[in-house]
């Protein structure tokens, strides 16, 4: 079912390879992808900072191809001398658009730096540079798995909004309920920042399973029985996530969402599909 508008504005999600291999298929996917006219491409950030170089390095490529990039940019074990060093090299690359998160702490890390929380990098970042940056900051319609309260989540959201968040992307979800129900109680608080909501593709049950119970995605019932009930079938899942995700998509943008952020696992085939399906 073809519902929207050529002009959707789309964005992808990448991040960054490990092998000299994963670097050269990046490219081509990237190439591909590139035929949708995204608003702009943002490359990952490993905890505490971990794939630095190799998310510049993308970001830097991406830039070099003509297309806007946002890097991640994570702020746990980091202190203000760091990020302000940060914040000048990816200034002078060119970049214009940051996606500010807390990011996790790495395995056997401990609590260090001078930032605790994303609205604390969100306020450096205004003081520091001013409007140099387009700033996006992660938005949780499902709550985030280390809240203390759905209302809890909804106030530390509101904090990065008024610490000087432009926008915000949400963690994946398969609910459409969720994300209206949070856009909403958003609106009440006085946040205006277009939220613009995080499609995972369905690429595999295992995986997805296994991500979603990490991040707090709810996969629904109905869905994960269906996708157990395939097996190893892997077209006949990726078929059915199409259909499922493709349906998402449609009764979100007619909620009013003001964009699509599609999370591609560095890979075409199945984001270029869910475009087909939409009409971008």
Known sequence: MNTTSPAL????????????????????????????????????????????????????????????????????????????????????????????????????????GEFHYASDLVAFIRAETGSDFHIEVAAYPEVHPQARSADADLQAFATKVRAGADSAITQYFFNADAYARFVDDARRLGLDVP?????????????????????????????????????????????????????????LLHAGAPGLHFYTMNQSAPTLALCERLGV
């Open 9 to 112: 504005p789309v964005s992808f999600e990448f991040f960054p390879p490990k092998t000299p291999e994963g670097v050269d298929k990046l490219r081509a996917v990237r190439q591909q992808l590139y035929a949708r006219k995204p608003q702009f491409c943002s490359v990952t950030y490993g905890a505490g900072g971990s794939t630095q170089e190799g998310t510049f390095a993308a970001v830097r490529e991406i830039l070099g191809e003509g297309v806007d990039a946002a890097s991640h940019f994570s702020c746990i074990g980091a202190t203000k001398g760091s990020v302000r060093t940060q914040l000048a090299q990816l200034k002078a690359m060119g970049v214009k658009r940051l996606v500010a998160l807390r990011g996790d702490l790495p395995s056997g890390y401990g609590l260090g």
């Open 195 to 251: 939220i613009v909501p995080g499609i995972m593709p369905i690429l595999g049950a295992t995986q997805l399973m296994r991500f979603s119970d990490a991040c707090g995605a709810e996969i629904p019932r109905w869905i994960r029985l269906r996708l157990q009930g395939f097996g190893d079938d892997v077209a006949s899942i990726r078929a059915f996530g199409l259909d499922v995700v493709a349906q998402l998509c449609e009764q």
